[in-house]
């Protein structure tokens, strides 16, 4: 429900659970029938709450159905009524997920879970925007889940192991995660790039300060994609208006430029050319929670490439008993080093730790096993 101290408009109206930064944060619409057609056969619920919150930040994430869903009541045992609420958009989106993350585990038996952020991160990117330049929104947020377009990404990144439409990868502090994506130049096919990460915890408003503009953004990610021709895109942002709160600024469409508020970004390119575009992230500052940061990352409209062939193509001492081993990775795969003795046995042994590629080619520094090793490098499920 709206909260009765929500500026005009029916903006900043969220509580302050729903305006957690990490959170998938749902807000409720009226129902569609006929399903999705385009933006504008979309109408927020006259109760959802809306961005943005105190800080500027993109909320809710997503939208769901929320008015006049058919539940079960407690009148009998086939007793059903109708419901309305965020309580209701909610559970759809959660029931939707809970799908989603057992259909990833299908495809992916081995694999560990998925990180939260990439459970949010997939909905976001898959979502139907809900504004009328594919941008979001301070009430329809990223615009209104689709499970079955999320459920299509997570099939076609299963295909041949690269990556190409999910990647979890870890960006230490100082360094960056780049690799390239190539496009038909369909106008069919626009180029949807969104990185999501659990941002560190921030400093807590105190209770009575109420209205506080201060950042909660911890550690603050750019995502940048640059066109064959070397144009840089920028992510969309908003304008959350935290002086004058009027309406026709937050209600204004996403325009494009750096953001430094939300732990959610996204470049949209509707019609992008023939030939491969560069993807980075980078980051402002230094790294807090360990000077690492995961990052999720989630393309749609890029062409499948195949994996690159598993082998060390790089080797140099680097000391006594040092050597720097290097190999072409995926970006986002993760690889161990593994050295053996003797290659009449199967006896291979871990050395090092799990790397995680954050680049198309990887180089680590190896411990030299004895006067004579044989090494090789296994990329994990």
């Not at 619920?45 to 909320?59: L, Y």
């Not at 559970?91 to 057992?102: A, K």
């Amino acid at each position: 429900m709206r909260a009765a101290d929500g500026d005009q408009g029916g903006y900043d109206t969220l509580s302050q659970q729903a305006s957690a930064k990490d959170l998938l944060t749902v807000g409720a619409v009226n129902p569609l029938p006929s399903g999705f057609t385009s933006a504008t056969n979309v109408t927020i619920a006259s109760f959802s709450s809306c961005g943005p919150t105190d800080d500027g930040r993109i909320k809710p994430d997503v939208v769901a159905d929320g008015v006049n869903n058919i539940v079960a009541v407690s009148g009998s045992d086939y007793a059903y009524g109708q419901g309305s609420g965020t309580s209701f958009a909610s559970p759809s989106v959660t029931g939707s997920i809970d799908l989603l993350t057992q259909f990833f585990k299908q495809l992916h038996t081995n694999s560990a879970d998925l990180l939260a952020s990439t459970i949010k991160g997939l909905v976001i990117e898959t979502a139907d925007s809900c504004t009328t330049n594919g941008g979001p929104s301070y009430r329809f947020g990223w615009g209104l889940m689709n499970t079955k377009t999320a459920a299509t990404l997570i099939n076609r990144d299963a295909t041949n192991g690269l990556k190409n439409q999910i990647k979890e990868v870890l960006l230490p502090n100082g360094q960056y995660i780049q690799f390239p994506v190539a496009s038909t130049g369909s106008t069919n096919s626009p180029l949807k790039i969104t990185i999501c990460w659990t941002d560190p915890v921030g400093s807590p408003n105190s209770i009575t300060n109420l209205d506080n503009p201060a950042p909660k953004l911890v550690n603050d990610l750019d995502l940048r994609i640059y066109a064959p021709n070397g144009t840089t895109n920028f992510p969309w942002i908003l304008n959350p208006d935290l002086t004058n709160r009027t309406s026709a600024a937050r209600s204004a469409v996403a325009t494009k430029g750096d953001d430094s508020r939300n732990n959610v970004e996204q470049v949209y390119i509707p019609n992008p050319t023939n030939g491969t575009y560069t993807v980075k992230v980078t980051h402002k500052g230094n790294l807090q929670s360990n000077g690492v940061q995961w990052v999720s990352i989630l393309l749609n409209g890029n062409v499948a490439q195949q994996p690159p062939p598993l082998k060390i193509g790089q080797i140099l001492q680097t000391g006594t008993n040092q050597m720097a081993a290097g190999w072409p990775a995926v970006v986002g795969a993760q690889y161990q080093v593994q050295v053996n003795s003797n290659l009449t046995t199967t006896n291979w042994i871990n050395t090092g730790g799990i790397i995680s590629a954050r680049l198309t080619n990887v180089v680590t520094q190896v411990t030299m096993s004895g006067s004579q090793a044989f090494y090789r490098i296994v990329q994990l499920p």
